[in-house]
């Protein structure tokens, strides 16, 4: 079954960068696509970006622009979503997801000084 | 605020039906597939419903969604407690060449 296992909780101070891993098992990692959505605590779902695994191909949520770089390894299966700049409001829990379909457990990143 | 708007709440008696509307525009619902999650408190979002009105295996079909125009609606019938949850509509936009989600709709089965 397809199976995301996701890197674990971090820490960053405000102006920092994060590195969020997604390992894909289970299906063919170049078919669909691979988003990645996150979550401030106790808010909704926002789209953050996507990443088509086949090409390399990533299109961003516009206020993430510039910040925001999404990229693959297809030799071990797995997505990275980078972020820069870092601030509070980027405090979050950051899921990667298959088509929207099969989600990773989540990602904790907290921004605190 | 969210492209795509959903009620804040809706409340049901158990063994009720809910609807949960989901309303956006030419550039993002009109245009393409809706999807529906399901989210339980502390958990990871579920896929209910993709391509407007499929489910995935294992939904039971007491959950159906259906489309029309530029809106979107998702039905719950036979409430369960075990139904309270927050739920998402989701799809893409062209205008921000986005995906984009609703703002979410908590249900509470009174």
């Known amino acids: 079954q397809v199976q995301l296992v996701q890197s674990g909780a971090e820490v960053r101070e405000p102006g920092a960068s994060v590195k969020v891993s997604c390992k894909a098992s289970?299906?063919?990692?170049?078919?669909?696509?691979i988003h990645w959505v996150r979550q401030a605590p106790g808010q909704g779902l926002e789209w953050v970006g996507i990443i088509k695994p086949s090409s390399g191909h990533t299109t961003s949520a516009q206020k993430l622009q510039g910040r925001l770089t999404m990229t693959r390894d297809t030799s071990t299966n797995t997505v990275y979503m980078d972020l820069t700049s870092l601030t509070s409001e980027d405090t979050a829990v950051y899921y990667c997801a298959r088509d929207l379909g099969d989600w990773g457990p989540g990602t904790l990143v907290t921004v605190s000084s | 605020q969210s492209v795509l708007t959903q009620p804040p709440s809706v409340s049901a008696a158990p063994g009720q039906k809910v609807t949960i509307s989901c309303s956006g525009s030419s550039s993002n619902i009109g245009n393409h597939d809706v999807l529906w999650h399901q989210q339980l408190p502390g958990t990871v979002p579920k896929l209910l419903i993709y391509e407007n009105n499929k489910r995935p295996s294992g939904i039971p079909d007491r959950v159906s969604g259906s489309k029309s125009g530029t809106s979107a609606t998702l039905d719950i019938t036979g409430l369960q407690t075990g139904d309270e949850a927050d739920y998402y509509c989701a799809t893409w936009d062209d205008s921000l060449n986005a995906g984009v989600f609703g703002g979410g709709t908590k249900l509470t089965v009174l």
């Open positions: 289970g299906y063919t990692f170049t078919d669909g696509y």
